[in-house]
């Protein structure tokens, strides 16, 4: 299925939700990029149009920014954390009342199977119940201080919000960061990823329809250079969200520090698993693929480096490569394993690299479905064993489905290859040592640590970031209300 551009408000997903998908959404209305500009959206499946978006710019972040800065001051400023979580508890029913339409459109948008898109939008919904019921239950503390005094302290919001989202978990990244950002009272502008935004305004329509007071979340889509760029450096913004490659991430951080305000930055990763002789290797298994090539690779906490002790190798080797060899790749409305990369760009990216494995063992390749079309952006998922830890694809992020199997003797060797990236997004370990467990846990340089799971971005619960080139600040859980708040000290002189 795909979207005509002409008739896109009959014959698409995007009528069920009413907006339109070529405007931006400012201080509660749909209205076009100021200098009428439009970019095309495309079906990564098949390579057809799907519709055109706004080309926002500057005009148009600064319109956002300014009727962020109204509802700050009027309606949105005022609610109680008692309203706020209310709103939130209605947009995550509305979305859970919306899945099937909304994996539709990412789906179509980003190219992901049907099946996938699905779990990310239950997963936004989680994260609107998540940050609702969380909305009330962040406060200050009574501190001890001085005789005659009384020392408290106060969770503000910043006050206007950029969040900077990319294309390849649209609906989750919203969830996670505009979710909080609502949920601690701050009034938000969204700038999500020109190859795929359709579920970001979806998501502002049911804002709007679960009652969010005008202003309180904007989107304006655009191009990074223009509308990004303008979002990061605008004087009116408090506190900027970015999830990104590395390189733009530096770029926003610059923007930031000329405006002095915090940022988070949530940038790539090259996660390993690590799977030592004791391990339950039948429980290991599907985590150790489905984690390599979920959302066909493009994930930033996907594993793509597998650490395997010389003990189980050879074994592990033959069981990987039996279940590459059934995983299909197609159409995302096939709802196979694997659909296309995002782009004809990611699709050449991804190649590259793998051109670069020419001297590498190739043991395994997933198979093309009969259907896909010539024209979609399909990579099949390819293993790598034998890899030198060194080796630019066992040391550079992908963001595609190729996975290198890297060999090791014992624990100290597991550890020096596990933190031999600059990256530190995830980590697992495989083994039913105790000891083991938590000394690998606390030595594994990453922000999260799975013992015998693999959680790929999963766990609206558990606070989610990077160490070293992942990018710092924590988003999701709880920790995220802090970083979309600021604390007040005050101190009160009575005698
Ligand atoms: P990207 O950095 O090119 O784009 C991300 C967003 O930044 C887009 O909305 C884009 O328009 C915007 N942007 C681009 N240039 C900008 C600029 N100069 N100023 C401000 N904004 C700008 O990244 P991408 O290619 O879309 O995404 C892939 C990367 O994102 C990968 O490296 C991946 O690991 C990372 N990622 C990280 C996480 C995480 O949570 N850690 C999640 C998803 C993706």
Known sequence: MSINPDTQQHAS??????????????????????????????????????CAIARGDAADIDAAVIAAQTAMQTGWGRATALERGRFLSRLGRLVLDNVEQLAELEALDVGKPVKQA????????????????????VHGETLPYLEGYTAFTLREPHGVTGHIVPWNYPMQIIGRSVGAALAMGNACVLKPAEEACLTALAFAELAAQAGLPAGALNVVPGLGAEAGQALSSHSGVQHISFTGSVSTGAKVQASAANS????????????????????????AL????????????????????????????????DQLAGRYAQLQVGDAMQDLALGPLISARQKSIVEQYLSQGSDLDKVAVGVMHDDASPQGHFVLPTLFADVPPDHVLAQEEIFGPVQVVIPFEDEDAALAIANGTPYGLVASVWTNDGARQMRMAKALRAGQVFINNYGAGGGVELPFGGVGKSGHGREKGFEALYGFSCLKTVAVSHG
């Open 260 to 283: 002095v305000v915090p940022v988070t930055l949530e940038l790539g990763g090259k996660s390993a698993q690590v799977v030592f002789d004791d391990a339950d290797l039948d429980a």
């Open 118 to 137: 699905k779990a990310d939008a239950v997963a936004l919904a989680r994260y609107c119940e998540f940050y609702a019921g969380a909305a009330d239950k």
């Open 13 to 50: 997903p995007v009528a069920h939700f009413g907006f339109d998908a070529s405007c931006c959404f400012i201080g509660g209305v749909w209205q076009p990029a100021s200098g009428g500009e439009v970019l095309t959206l495309e079906n990564p499946s098949t390579g057809e149009t799907l």
């Open 286 to 317: 599907p985590f150790l693929v489905n984690a390599g090539v979920q959302n066909a690779g493009q994930t930033c906490s996907a594993s793509s480096r597998l650490l395997i002790q010389k003990g189980v190798y050879h074994q592990l080797i």
